[in-house]
Protein backbone atom coordinates (compact mmCIF):
# COMPACT_ATOMS: atom_id res chain seq x y z
CA UNK A 1 0.00 0.00 0.00
CA UNK A 2 1.00 3.73 -0.10
CA UNK A 3 0.91 6.22 2.60
CA UNK A 4 -2.65 7.94 3.31
CA UNK A 5 -1.07 11.09 2.51
CA UNK A 6 -0.04 10.25 -0.60
CA UNK A 7 -2.77 8.80 -1.80
CA UNK A 8 -4.40 12.03 -1.13
CA UNK A 9 -2.68 14.20 -2.69
CA UNK A 10 -2.01 12.08 -5.49
CA UNK A 11 -5.56 12.13 -6.03
CA UNK A 12 -5.93 15.70 -5.48
CA UNK A 13 -3.29 16.14 -8.41
CA UNK A 14 -5.29 14.17 -10.53
CA UNK A 15 -8.55 14.85 -9.74
CA UNK A 16 -9.74 11.04 -9.00
CA UNK A 17 -9.57 8.85 -6.00
CA UNK A 18 -7.03 6.14 -6.24
CA UNK A 19 -9.25 3.02 -6.36
CA UNK A 20 -6.11 0.57 -6.44
CA UNK A 21 -2.47 -0.07 -5.23
CA UNK A 22 0.06 -2.81 -6.61
CA UNK A 23 3.50 -3.48 -5.32
CA UNK A 24 5.90 -2.82 -8.50
CA UNK A 25 9.62 -4.05 -8.39
CA UNK A 26 12.26 -1.13 -8.74
CA UNK A 27 15.18 0.98 -7.32
CA UNK A 28 16.68 0.83 -4.20
CA UNK A 29 16.14 4.16 -2.82
CA UNK A 30 12.18 4.89 -3.19
CA UNK A 31 9.21 3.25 -2.90
CA UNK A 32 7.31 1.96 -6.52
CA UNK A 33 3.82 1.14 -7.13
CA UNK A 34 1.33 1.34 -9.60
CA UNK A 35 -1.56 3.39 -9.16
CA UNK A 36 -5.46 2.66 -10.03
CA UNK A 37 -7.75 5.41 -10.24
CA UNK A 38 -11.07 5.70 -10.03
CA UNK A 39 -11.55 7.28 -13.49
CA UNK A 40 -9.06 3.78 -14.90
CA UNK A 41 -5.86 5.82 -15.38
CA UNK A 42 -3.24 3.40 -14.33
CA UNK A 43 -0.12 5.43 -13.12
CA UNK A 44 3.26 4.73 -11.64
CA UNK A 45 4.09 6.15 -8.52
CA UNK A 46 7.38 6.22 -6.84
CA UNK A 47 8.05 8.01 -3.40
CA UNK A 48 10.14 8.67 -0.93
CA UNK A 49 9.56 9.11 3.35
CA UNK A 50 11.75 11.42 4.77
CA UNK A 51 13.52 12.19 1.37
CA UNK A 52 14.37 15.62 -0.15
CA UNK A 53 11.25 17.46 -1.80
CA UNK A 54 13.56 18.76 -4.17
CA UNK A 55 14.74 15.32 -6.05
CA UNK A 56 11.57 14.48 -7.78
CA UNK A 57 10.86 17.59 -9.25
CA UNK A 58 14.58 17.85 -10.45
CA UNK A 59 14.30 14.36 -11.92
CA UNK A 60 10.99 15.57 -13.50
CA UNK A 61 12.87 18.38 -14.93
CA UNK A 62 15.54 16.40 -15.94
CA UNK A 63 13.05 14.07 -17.89
CA UNK A 64 11.69 16.92 -19.68
CA UNK A 65 15.26 18.17 -20.86
CA UNK A 66 15.79 14.36 -22.23
CA UNK A 67 12.66 14.68 -24.14
CA UNK A 68 13.38 18.06 -25.26
CA UNK A 69 15.89 16.23 -28.03
CA UNK A 70 12.74 13.88 -29.05
CA UNK A 71 15.64 10.67 -30.19
CA UNK A 72 13.88 8.12 -27.65
CA UNK A 73 10.85 7.53 -25.62
CA UNK A 74 11.02 8.79 -21.85
CA UNK A 75 8.37 9.01 -19.42
CA UNK A 76 5.75 11.68 -19.36
CA UNK A 77 5.45 13.26 -15.80
CA UNK A 78 2.32 13.39 -14.30
CA UNK A 79 2.59 15.33 -11.51
CA UNK A 80 4.78 15.72 -8.60
CA UNK A 81 4.63 16.50 -4.64
CA UNK A 82 4.58 20.04 -3.35
CA UNK A 83 7.61 21.84 -1.76
CA UNK A 84 8.33 20.46 1.53
CA UNK A 85 6.45 17.66 1.55
CA UNK A 86 6.91 14.45 4.48
CA UNK A 87 6.68 12.04 1.69
CA UNK A 88 7.98 13.23 -1.65
CA UNK A 89 6.66 11.77 -4.62
CA UNK A 90 6.64 11.52 -8.26
CA UNK A 91 3.27 10.22 -10.59
CA UNK A 92 4.44 8.70 -14.65
CA UNK A 93 2.33 6.78 -16.89
CA UNK A 94 2.37 3.36 -16.52
CA UNK A 95 3.65 1.31 -19.66
CA UNK A 96 3.09 -2.25 -19.90
CA UNK A 97 6.59 -3.73 -20.90
CA UNK A 98 6.40 -5.81 -23.78
CA UNK A 99 8.95 -8.20 -26.03
CA UNK A 100 11.90 -6.50 -27.78
CA UNK A 101 11.86 -6.02 -31.63
CA UNK A 102 14.43 -7.54 -33.43
CA UNK A 103 16.31 -4.36 -33.97
CA UNK A 104 15.14 -3.23 -30.98
CA UNK A 105 19.51 -2.56 -30.05
CA UNK A 106 20.12 -1.44 -33.45
CA UNK A 107 17.01 1.46 -32.44
CA UNK A 108 18.81 2.05 -29.02
CA UNK A 109 22.15 2.86 -30.21
CA UNK A 110 21.45 5.23 -32.87
CA UNK A 111 18.73 7.15 -30.57
CA UNK A 112 21.56 7.50 -28.23
CA UNK A 113 23.58 8.75 -30.71
CA UNK A 114 21.13 11.44 -31.92
CA UNK A 115 20.49 12.28 -28.32
CA UNK A 116 24.21 13.13 -27.58
CA UNK A 117 24.23 15.22 -30.67
CA UNK A 118 21.21 16.87 -29.40
CA UNK A 119 22.73 20.61 -28.02
CA UNK A 120 22.69 20.96 -24.47
CA UNK A 121 23.71 24.32 -24.33
CA UNK A 122 26.95 23.81 -22.46
CA UNK A 123 29.23 21.64 -19.76
CA UNK A 124 26.20 21.78 -16.81
CA UNK A 125 22.77 22.49 -16.30
CA UNK A 126 20.42 25.52 -15.50
CA UNK A 127 19.55 23.51 -12.13
CA UNK A 128 21.05 21.23 -9.74
CA UNK A 129 20.31 17.76 -9.16
CA UNK A 130 20.73 14.67 -7.42
CA UNK A 131 23.63 11.87 -7.11
CA UNK A 132 21.32 9.27 -5.31
CA UNK A 133 20.06 11.12 -2.47
CA UNK A 134 22.80 13.61 -2.27
CA UNK A 135 22.23 17.25 -3.63
CA UNK A 136 24.57 17.70 -7.01
CA UNK A 137 25.69 21.02 -8.50
CA UNK A 138 25.47 21.24 -12.13
CA UNK A 139 26.92 25.25 -12.62
CA UNK A 140 27.84 25.54 -15.98
CA UNK A 141 31.45 25.25 -17.29
CA UNK A 142 33.33 26.80 -19.91
CA UNK A 143 35.12 22.74 -20.73
CA UNK A 144 34.50 19.61 -19.83
CA UNK A 145 37.20 19.03 -17.38
CA UNK A 146 36.76 22.34 -15.74
CA UNK A 147 32.84 20.90 -15.41
CA UNK A 148 34.56 17.40 -14.01
CA UNK A 149 36.67 18.26 -11.78
CA UNK A 150 34.88 21.19 -10.33
CA UNK A 151 31.06 19.44 -10.14
CA UNK A 152 31.77 16.19 -10.26
CA UNK A 153 34.89 15.03 -8.99
CA UNK A 154 36.06 17.56 -6.10
CA UNK A 155 32.98 17.36 -4.23
CA UNK A 156 33.32 13.90 -3.91
CA UNK A 157 36.46 13.69 -2.83
CA UNK A 158 35.58 16.35 0.00
CA UNK A 159 32.87 14.34 0.97
CA UNK A 160 35.18 11.22 1.49
CA UNK A 161 37.63 12.92 3.30
CA UNK A 162 35.27 14.84 5.89
CA UNK A 163 33.63 11.68 6.15
CA UNK A 164 37.10 10.23 7.17
CA UNK A 165 36.96 7.55 4.46
CA UNK A 166 39.98 8.69 2.60
CA UNK A 167 43.13 9.85 4.37
CA UNK A 168 46.50 11.70 3.56
CA UNK A 169 48.26 9.98 1.08
CA UNK A 170 45.01 8.98 -0.82
CA UNK A 171 43.62 12.34 -1.06
CA UNK A 172 47.47 13.91 -2.11
CA UNK A 173 46.89 11.37 -5.06
CA UNK A 174 43.59 12.19 -5.52
CA UNK A 175 44.26 16.42 -5.84
CA UNK A 176 47.43 15.64 -7.95
CA UNK A 177 44.67 13.62 -10.27
CA UNK A 178 42.69 16.95 -10.26
CA UNK A 179 45.52 18.68 -10.87
CA UNK A 180 46.12 16.88 -14.11
CA UNK A 181 42.83 16.63 -15.25
CA UNK A 182 43.22 18.77 -18.37
CA UNK A 183 46.04 16.95 -19.54
CA UNK A 184 44.32 13.58 -18.75
CA UNK A 185 41.24 14.05 -20.54
CA UNK A 186 41.94 14.17 -24.10
CA UNK A 187 41.13 16.82 -26.98
CA UNK A 188 38.86 19.29 -26.10
CA UNK A 189 34.99 18.22 -27.22
CA UNK A 190 31.22 19.64 -27.80
CA UNK A 191 28.93 18.95 -25.03
CA UNK A 192 26.66 16.03 -25.60
CA UNK A 193 23.20 15.44 -24.00
CA UNK A 194 23.61 11.98 -21.83
CA UNK A 195 21.28 10.20 -19.77
CA UNK A 196 23.98 10.03 -17.15
CA UNK A 197 23.31 6.41 -15.86
CA UNK A 198 22.07 4.84 -18.37
CA UNK A 199 22.20 0.70 -17.45
CA UNK A 200 20.27 -2.63 -18.39
CA UNK A 201 17.61 -1.51 -15.44
CA UNK A 202 17.17 1.76 -16.48
CA UNK A 203 16.19 0.74 -20.33
CA UNK A 204 12.30 -0.44 -20.79
CA UNK A 205 11.35 -2.09 -23.91
CA UNK A 206 7.86 -0.80 -24.10
CA UNK A 207 4.74 -2.85 -25.35
CA UNK A 208 5.20 -2.42 -28.58
CA UNK A 209 9.01 -3.49 -28.95
CA UNK A 210 10.69 -0.30 -28.83
CA UNK A 211 13.11 0.95 -26.19
CA UNK A 212 12.59 3.66 -23.82
CA UNK A 213 14.99 5.35 -21.53
CA UNK A 214 14.09 5.71 -17.69
CA UNK A 215 15.78 6.92 -15.19
CA UNK A 216 17.17 5.83 -11.24
CA UNK A 217 19.06 6.95 -8.25
CA UNK A 218 22.08 8.16 -9.60
CA UNK A 219 23.87 10.13 -12.17
CA UNK A 220 26.82 8.75 -13.15
CA UNK A 221 30.18 10.55 -12.72
CA UNK A 222 31.23 10.42 -16.13
CA UNK A 223 28.91 12.27 -17.76
CA UNK A 224 28.71 16.01 -18.83
CA UNK A 225 25.50 16.93 -18.27
CA UNK A 226 23.98 15.19 -15.56
CA UNK A 227 20.47 14.76 -15.26
CA UNK A 228 17.83 14.94 -12.60
CA UNK A 229 17.15 11.33 -11.81
CA UNK A 230 15.53 8.83 -8.88
CA UNK A 231 15.11 4.91 -8.45
CA UNK A 232 12.62 3.78 -10.78
CA UNK A 233 11.19 1.18 -12.17
CA UNK A 234 11.08 -0.74 -15.76
CA UNK A 235 7.32 -1.14 -15.85
CA UNK A 236 7.10 2.91 -16.39
CA UNK A 237 7.85 5.27 -19.92
CA UNK A 238 6.56 7.12 -21.94
CA UNK A 239 6.41 5.62 -25.59
CA UNK A 240 6.26 7.76 -28.91
CA UNK A 241 4.51 6.53 -32.10
CA UNK A 242 6.20 4.26 -34.61
CA UNK A 243 6.54 7.38 -37.01
CA UNK A 244 7.99 9.72 -34.67
CA UNK A 245 10.69 7.06 -33.82
CA UNK A 246 11.28 6.88 -37.72
CA UNK A 247 15.02 8.07 -39.35
CA UNK A 248 16.93 8.81 -35.97
CA UNK A 249 19.38 11.51 -36.99
CA UNK A 250 22.95 9.84 -36.26
CA UNK A 251 24.16 6.72 -36.60
CA UNK A 252 26.23 5.77 -33.17
CA UNK A 253 29.82 5.94 -34.89
CA UNK A 254 29.28 9.44 -34.74
CA UNK A 255 28.52 10.50 -31.37
CA UNK A 256 30.48 12.86 -29.51
CA UNK A 257 29.86 11.29 -26.82
CA UNK A 258 29.72 7.64 -27.71
CA UNK A 259 26.79 5.54 -27.00
Given at each position: MILREV???????????????AHVGGG???EAREVRL?????LFLKFHPGGDSAMFPAEARGLGWLAEAGTLAVPEVVATSLPDVEVPWLLMEFLEPGPRRKDFDEFLGRGLAALH??????????HDNFIGRLPQSNTPCDAWSTFYRAQRLAPQIEAAATAGLIGGTLRASLDRLLDRLDDLVGPAEPPARLHGDLWGGNLHGTADGYPASILTGATAL?????IPCSSTSTSSARATSPASRASPRATPDSSPGGV
Open positions: AASVAEACGSAVAGVDINEDGRRQADPGGFGLDLCVNC
